[in-house]
Each structure stands twice: as structure tokens, then as C-alpha cells.
């Protein structure tokens, strides 16, 4: 497969919304290349020698400094090909808008699928994986929720959704899932 022919996909939503998942199933079910957008930002970040280390504010303000970059999109573009390995590609977790609209600009087979599902059935996810990984009492549990989704916001992960190719909803099964996920893969050309 040749670069022009590469799909990229974006992979947004808020927490526990199916990133993941749908990742998954495009890198086991349809033979993706599965990558991650922080991967990719830190290694442009070590290239530019910013420093991300230390707390959150600093990393987010090596963020800032990195989309100043000359070039940053093609640069991103670039590394997005060589991950590809010759595969079609799925990148978790799209925060910035401007990454999607950037990348499309450059690279024609460029998607976004924003997934959504209800509060209460992603706070249902997060709880049970998290207490498979390390039990917390409920009113710690909910904190700790509501911390990751004021942190998501605070970044504009929910105004993806605005510029979204496809909008998909998860509230139901992950067989329904799935098959939503092979459709929509079906009908990109």
C-alpha cells in the first residue's frame, strides 16, 4: 500500500466512550496500525528539545510550544507513515481539533470518528476497570471520574465531536459496536 493510499483515522470521545476499543478491534480485526497522538507529540517533542517533564501545566505548556513549530504538521504526517508500516492507521486519543484539520489538509484518506455514549454507562466502564486494577470506595471512584472528564474538557476533547467525519454512539452492545465500526470502515474510500 502506498502513503497516498493510508487511511488515517482519528479516534476521539470523552472517557470511556470506546477509543480504545475501537482501536483495538481496527489493529486485531482489520490488520491497523495502532497508535497513540502522545507518542507520537513526545517524540516530536524530544526532536524540537522541549521539555515536557515534571507535572501536567508543564506538559501541557510543552503542548503549546510544540503546535508553534514550523513545519509541525507535516512532521506529524511524517511520523503518522513511518508507524504505519505500509498499514492503514488508527491514532487514540484526539484531544486538539487542529491536529485532524491540519492532517486532512495534507493527507486526503484523513478521518475522524468522534464516539459518544451516555455518562452514566462510561462512568459504569470506568468503574469496573478500575476496580479490576486497584478497588476504590465509590465517593473516591466518582472524584476520580469527574477529575479525568473536567481534565478532558479543559483540553476541548468534547469540541472533536464538532468536526467529527463520523459521530458513532456506543451505548450499546460491543458486538453492535463492532459491526457500527466495520460499516462505517467499509464506506471510506
Given amino acids: ?19 480504545s476499543t475501537a482501536g483495538i478491534y481496527f489493529q486485531n480485526t482489520l490488520n491497523y496500525e495502532r497508535l497513540k497522538i502522545i507518542k507520537i507529540e513526545k517524540e516530536l517533542m524530544d526532536y524540537f528539545q522541549i521539555d515536557y517533564s515534571g507535572n501536567k501545566e508543564n506538559f501541557s505548556n510543552a503542548l503549546e510550544k510544540l503546535y508553534q513549530q514550523e513545519n509541525i504538521y507535516e512532521l506529524f504526517l511524517e511520523k503518522i507513515l513511518i508507524y504505519s508500516n505500509g498499514k492503514n492507521v488508527t491514532l487514540e486519543s484526539l484531544y486538539r481539533s487542529e491536529i485532524f484539520t491540519n492532517i486532512t489538509n495534507l493527507h486526503k484518506k484523513t478521518y475522524c470518528f468522534y464516539f459518544e455514549a ?17 478497588p476504590m470506595p465509590h465517593c473516591r471512584f466518582v472524584n476520580h471520574f469527574e477529575t479525568k472528564e473536567s481534565f478532558k474538557r479543559k483540553h476541548n ?24 465500526l466495520k460499516d462505517i470502515e467499509k464506506s471510506l474510500n
Fill in 1 to 19: 500500500m502506498t502513503n497516498k493510499e493510508i487511511k488515517i483515522i482519528f479516534l476521539g470521545g470523552m472517557s470511556e466512550s470506546g477509543k
Fill in 157 to 180: 476533547a468534547h469540541l472533536v465531536k464538532e468536526i467529527a467525519t463520523h459521530i458513532i454512539n456506543n451505548d450499546d452492545s460491543k458486538e453492535n459496536f463492532y459491526s457500527k
Fill in 118 to 134: 451516555n455518562k452514566n454507562l462510561r462512568m459504569l466502564r470506568e468503574f469496573v476497570k478500575v476496580n479490576l486494577e486497584n
